[in-house]
């Protein structure tokens, strides 16, 4: 029997054409009128799993460093996207400001959709389906981002953080020290959340909702309450949005890539003799670098005793690319292929998150976590683009200094040459901090 029922939606050609026009012009609407929840990253431009995980990790460290407790629950959706109702969603787009003639455009789209199981040669007659957005069209993530927008703000109005990647919701706690029990406001939080989900026609599955305590009081385990029944138990590990979340020492997560990328390196070693340079070129970028890139800011600071797995997955996969032996020394192979070391890597990708970030081409959430220097007896500090850092008094621990993002980040970019960090387009930008960077691993 089939695991899964989702619908697979026919949508045609000129349906995704007029859907991605539309598209464009709802996105900007929403961005003029806020109406969509700051921190929800799915599907906006400048936003992204990254981003998401760069803040979060950034706030644990933050209150870590300050003798804080902080408790991240992932909420589980069970196929969010095809339970949602759409009288309840062209409310909340009359509520989102979408009115007139184009909300009225969005019933046609959303209703008189049908569906039919097809198995063994037989089909059965199709029925009307009366909620979902249909999988594959370019407007429902958008549509599913306003749909869900309420459920940040009534967690947050228990003090509670909410950050959002289209259905995954990820709730963060701040503990103060020498906290006894668990916050009641964080049981009513909870308990509104589910209560929220089961009348926007949501459901969450309680069981499969994850928690990572990182420096875990033994005695407030056991005041965690039930989430819709089942006992809250912190994990060792949480997988979030692709990343495999530890204690923030990220050995699972590089372990867990490590794995992936020798697998598909080997496979690609099996092809190399019948591809051209160009092609096993591209197998290694899709099937490997890309993996090593993910996310990859969450490496920074790591010493290099932690990376030394991924660094192995690069180097083999340079060596495969440029025909030498293993025994050949890697620096000048990376060179040739015009390739920065993993540390590069990772600077690289802060320094891009950071340039977005103070642009406005990134998300707000991490642009609030950088502070414009001033220098109150130097009037021309305003001109050089520097970012604050924090200093001994804010930051306590060495490891929060290399390794949060709020305070790495600002190191990295005010070591920039001034006329850098003055650039307002992203594509000098990107192509002048590679040229840096290639110069200083390479020098």
Known sequence: MPSNYRPVSNLPFLSKVIERTLVGQLQQFLDETAGLDPFQSGFRSGHGTETVLVAITDEIRRQLDRGRSALLVLLDLTAAFNTVYHDLLIHRLALSGVRGLALKWFNPFLRDRRQRVEWSGQSSESSCLCCGVPQGAILSPLLFNIYVRPLAGLVRSFGIECYQYADDTQLLLCLEPGTTTIPENFKLCLEAVVSWLRASRLKVNPAKTEILWPSQPPELIQSLPDFDGEVLVPSATVKSLEVVLDSLTMEAQITAISKQAFFHLRQARKLASYLSTEALATVIHATVTTRLDYCNALYA??????????????????????????????????????????????????????????????????????????????PRSSQENLLYVPGPREVHLEATRRRAFSTYAPILWNSLPPYVRAMLELQPSVKALKTGLFGCAFK
């Open 301 to 378: 600071g790591l010493p290099k005793t932690k990376t030394q797995k991924i660094r192995m997955v690069q180097n083999a996969a340079a060596r495969l690319l440029a025909g030498s032996s293993i025994r050949s020394h890697i620096t000048p192979i990376l060179k040739q292929l015009h390739w920065l070391p993993i540390e590069h890597r990772i600077s690289y990708k802060i320094l891009i998150l950071t340039f977005r970030a103070r642009n406005g081409q990134g998300p707000l959430y991490l642009r609030d976590r950088l502070i414009p220097f001033f220098h109150q007896w130097s």
